[in-house]
């Protein structure tokens, strides 16, 4: 029991970085019906701006840990964010009236960009940063076994809910959410009522890529590790995630990515460790072949 | 419409050139640059002596060039956009050109073809261009594999990798524990890899587009997370060894007494093996491109090419789906792994590593941009991108920077492949190329 909350604790952390990641999937799906394989590459970008503004700030002598980390926050998700509207607009842009695999391909040519890009800049070793955060509570202790609250899983938990809700009112609330979703509606009819469907575009690429980067900072801080090979996996754990949930729907891709977390975790702990990618891809062709379309995901209509 | 060209929406055609405008354009670029590489190429880490502590170190003066090199680039970019904003590629052949050239292009095929076959008698000596072509040839063959899935069924498959190593995987081991010939693994190879692709095709009936892509997607990293992992059968990570190698129907290419050179009289040499080994590739590359070119005249042919185009119309006509897509899934694997068991023999060792989502990625580019169905289109293309990453290799580190950059550069410049037309299946007096941007490319 004991060892199932700790269990539950661990997965849903791991799940909250999948979901941010899954959330630029999805919203670029939803937009302009597209897979963005950069994505995962996007994040790996953003752990390792992170990385290296953490460095920067603590050799300029910041101490204050939470001050160090909204800035390295920031940074991370201005850069990944430019990151994001560079690609868009060198490599998706010219493709969008294409067939669809053009632009996929075009992702794909991005992603090893990216992901080389990272190699040759920085270097193919792991790099590992000390704890940044360390401590934690214990939440209760029986049978010798203590179920511990890490502060790092606080954060990332909570920095996710908050990102989520703020996301979610820029959706639904504002003037840019009411534009994306007319744009994932009927680009040509938002466009014919005035709706800058090039911008909206873009900014959701922005808004993308700068949720990716705060799962990239998450990841460092949960695992202390950045290497430049972690996009593809995270990237296709991801995307797994968003189709899991329902691929264009964003409660289904943070669904799909808490559940895709704790069927990690979990096969980790009660199975073996080797094969836990296995049955995270397993369970998605299981609920795939139950659901055509995800957990959340709408029915496509067909039209003759 | 689809428009086979990058056409520059956002630029409208201005009568004179707008140095301000391009300059401002160029500025903007540059601090974008300078925004995405001021940490990641300005900052270098490096994990220093004791495990645990980073060190990094600064690096303005690339940050500068890199700067540079994009504003300059930008200006580049802007003035050729200036130049040719009138350019219209549809209007470069003239009418009276089209009859010559479409000469031209049916005999591209055949002189290819004799081209390949002269190979080994031209490069005798030169090992290099032998290994170079059996690559080829063996993704030319990948290419017409898929081809069949991709190209005619419209399925999208992203995983289209882990037959070839199913293929391989079947071969090593049924040759190595069997002790079996590789004559009589071949075919095993073949039916293994078609019965996985019946097994991946079962849950993927329903579903469509990139429900379709990642489910694909999912089973190729499967297969190959399986390979690493299992490791009492699979060998994990380290992969098989001592693979036999090819014999010539039971003679091997041994300096011994029983082996080719001594039975036929010759004296030996290393590169009958690889002569041997050419032509074994270009026969199973033919064999595809055989088999491919009369499965479309078949009803299961042209019912994948009508699923490709219409789903719904194609139910509505009577057409069972659920085997079209299965065949299609089963013949696309089949002759993957055809071409996994000739890379394991070819190779003598195998490891999950070859098997990558990188390989996947790299056949499907070379359907893409051989124009989605087009056999000559995917040959091509197949000799473009081997011989493309060839080229790099001086390149060394930034090899796979400038393949993805390629790869983006060509999407972008011509989305619908090297070959832009199609050769109908059916007609009704004279042949007539269709434009491939008519051409749907299926919805899964």
Known sequence: ??????????????????GLIAIGYTMVYGIVGMINFAHGDIFMIGGFIALISFLIFVSIGLTAVPVILLLVLLVAMATTALYGWTIERIAYRPLRQSFRLAPML??????????????????????????????GLTLFESNNFAVQLSNVQIIVV??????????????????????????????????????????TISMT???????????????????GVVDFYMGFIAGIKAFTAAVLGGIGSLPGAMLGGLAIGLIETFWSAYFSIEYKDVAAFSILIVVLIFMPTGILGRPEIEKV | MA?????????????????????KRA???????????????????????????LVYWTRFEELAAIVAAVFVGSIVVELLRHRFRHFEPANLVPRALEGPLATIRRLIAPALLGFTVLIPVIFYDQRYVLDLSILVLTYVMLGWGLNVVVGLAGLLDLGYVAFYAVGAYSYALLATTFDLSFWICLPLAGILAAFWGVLLGFPVLRLRGDYLAIVTLAFGEIIRLILINWQTVTGGPNGITGIPRPTFFGIPFTAADDGFAAVFGIEFSATHRIIFLFYLILALALLTNWVTIRLRRLPIGRAWEALREDEIACRSLGINTTTTKLTAFAVGAMFGGFAGAFFATRQGFISPESFSFLESAFILAIVVLGGMGSQLGVALAAVAMIGGFELFRGLEQYRMLVFGMAMVLMMVWRPRGLVGHRDPTVFLQHKTAISSSLVKEGHG
């Open chain 1, 106 to 135: 075009s992702a794909i040519g991005m992603s090893f960009v990216l992901g080389n890009f990272a190699q040759v800049s920085q270097g193919a070793q792991v790099k590992p940063v000390p704890p940044i955060i360390t401590g």
């Open chain 1, 158 to 199: 909570v920095t996710t809910v908050v990102l989520l809700t703020i996301f979610s009112f820029i959706v639904a609330r504002t003037r840019l959410g009411r534009d994306m979703r007319a744009c994932a509606q009927d680009q040509t009819m938002a466009a014919l009522l005035g709706v800058d469907t090039d911008r």
């Open chain 2, 27 to 53: 500025c903007i670029s540059a601090l974008i640059a300078f925004g995405m590489f001021a940490l990641m190429i300005g900052v270098r880490t490096e994990a220093g002596g004791t495990s645990a502590q």
């Open chain 1, 1 to 18: 029991m004991e060892y199932f909350a700790q269990q539950l604790i661990n997965g849903v952390a791991l799940g909250s970085i999948y």
């Open chain 1, 205 to 223: 690429f922005v808004i993308g890529a700068a949720l990716a980067a705060v799962a990239g900072v998450m990841y460092l801080l949960y695992y």
């Open chain 2, 3 to 23: 428009t086979d060209t990058a056409a520059p929406i956002s630029v409208r055609p201005t009568p004179a050139l707008n140095v301000g405008f391009v300059f």
